[in-house]
């Protein structure tokens, strides 16, 4: 494994997605290539697997590190996995035995200074997985009124000091633009210090950068609509393999194969069901599976996520 990477629950995502020699898989979120790479290797000598991002940077670095070993059975495009439906048919993937969402950020996207993905690495307020589309973080930063803001922070990141942040930015941007995540932090650090009574595990800018960077990419509809163009693209027996790190993602999740299970959506006063939906997935996550403590203490950035996985059901 390539220094600096270390995929998450590695051994659990390849337990649940069992990929098997000659079965087609899709990674929706290559990443660092971490998981690629194994799902590869298990599924030699003639599987294939169809690696999607839209951060052209992940794109060429998995291309450059894997294509000396697995050579045309790793197939590779740019593109957000909003749009597999479209990308996957198109790439000899529309019928497919396993798909993995990894949603969290990698090691080399926290680590870039030109993106300002992470406070502690700084750079541009940027943000985006695609820096030629959408609009930067810095944008919205300078564009947005007070309300929008505090309502940006709460809907996406949680943050419970939405107000407050938000009028401190507005205060800010009248003298100087936020355009650098140092300058952002160090400004939510001096609104929200942090209490020297209780032990602090994140910075007090986590929730405010988790908030923007979902914005800018429009990270949860996407998720919504990845979830079910791979749903479909599963053959009966095919798994469905998440990985989520903060409840907003893991909800959407949560519920998504809850509906699938479930089947039928008629209202629940109807007698019987005129719908006709039949269930599409089996769980097999119950309960959803977190890392050891080994795991975390190995890889800190671990602590927070969560997996779960569904079979697909025969038609």
Known sequence: MEAGHTPVLAEEVMSMLAPAPGSLQIDATLGGGGHTERILEATDPDGRLLGVDADGAAIARVDGRLRPRFGDRLVLRQANFRELAQVAPAAGFDRIDGALFDLGLSSYQLADPERGFGFRTGGPLDMRFDTGRGVPASELLATLDGNELAALFRRYGEEPKAGRIARAVVEARRTTPIATAEELAALIERVVPPNPRQPRRTHPATRVFQALRIAVNEELDALAVGLAAALDLLRPGGRLVVLSYHSLEDRIVKRFIAGERRGCVCPPE?????????????????PSLTPSADEIAANPRARSARLRAAERLAA
């Open 270 to 286: 109807l007698p019987v069901c005129v719908c006709g939906r039949n269930p599409r997935l089996r769980l097999l996550t119950r």
